[in-house]
């Protein structure tokens, strides 16, 4: 009943910019953490940003300075902007979020389907 859906993903040169959305919809009552987590060919699934409810943020090391994670509450979206890409951020991104959907039912983790981001040299 919850779907998270990615848009924004494609095609960059190195040095490019990107800009990821995600919106949830389907039975919501609140959406706390979100985030954007991305897994390379062969490698795991790594956490790239999150964002809290309230605002406040957390980066992987190897993007600070050059992601930027937001959100608007009222529209249920986060945003991934993307600057001074490099090849190795090149992956599938996938939206990740905690969210209730009554009140009295706890909170449960949500996946988005993927959107391949591919920066090249």
């Known amino acids: 009943q919850v779907q998270l859906v990615e848009s924004g993903g494609g095609l960059v040169q190195a040095g490019g910019s990107l800009r990821l959305s995600c919106q949830a919809s389907g039975s919501i009552f609140s959406i706390h953490a979100m985030g954007w987590y991305r897994q390379a060919p062969g490698k795991q699934r790594e956490l790239v940003a999150t964002?809290?409810?309230?605002?406040?943020?957390n980066y992987a090391d190897s993007v600070k300075g050059r992601f930027t994670i937001s959100r608007d509450n009222a529209k249920n979206t986060v945003y991934l902007q993307m600057n001074s890409l490099k090849p190795e951020d090149t992956a599938v991104y996938y939206c990740?979020?905690?969210?209730?959907?009554?009140?009295?039912?706890?909170?449960?983790?949500?996946w988005g389907q993927g959107t391949q981001v591919t920066v090249s040299s």
């Open positions: 964002i809290t409810s309230g605002g406040s943020t």
């Open positions: 990740n979020a905690d969210i209730m959907v009554k009140a009295w039912v706890p909170r449960n983790n949500y």
